[in-house]
């Protein structure tokens, strides 16, 4: 139902646009949560909007990454700037019907990941 893709292979400062779509779904009643994994590392919340559009960013990607809904085209880009090394992983889309959460088992449905690499 969910569907993560933009991601690729980018310079350090460098951009991508990754992109969350649904189908059998509507933006307009979920909560969308992009998150990141590293292996063997544990899967961290990058960014979050709410029902109404409020957002909330990791203090790692604050300034840099800039999350938005298109209601029009239910989909749910995660732009992403100065992009760091640090930031390479596999990034998720996630939505679920309650209030944003910051911990991944809270959210009920998963896209399957797009890889993002960040190279020095």
């Known amino acids: 139902q969910l569907q993560a893709y933009g991601g690729g292979l980018v310079q350090a400062g460098g951009s991508l646009r990754l992109s969350c779509a649904a189908s059998?779904?509507?933006?307009?009643?979920?909560?969308i949560g992009w998150f990141r994994q590293v292996p063997g590392k544990a899967r961290e919340v990058v960014a979050c909007?709410?029902?109404?559009?409020?957002?909330y960013y990791a203090d790692s990607v604050k300034g840099r990454f800039t999350i938005s809904s298109d209601h029009a085209k239910n989909m749910v880009p995660l732009q992403m700037n100065s992009l760091k090394p640090e930031d390479t992983a596999v990034y998720y889309c996630?939505?679920?019907?309650?209030?944003?959460?910051?911990?991944?088992?809270?959210?009920?449905?998963w896209g399957q990941g797009t890889l993002v690499t960040v190279s020095s």
């Open positions: 996630a939505a679920d019907e309650g209030s944003p959460s910051r911990w991944p088992i809270e959210w009920h449905y």
């Open positions: 059998g779904l509507s933006f307009d009643d979920y909560a």
């Open positions: 909007i709410d029902k109404e559009g409020s957002t």
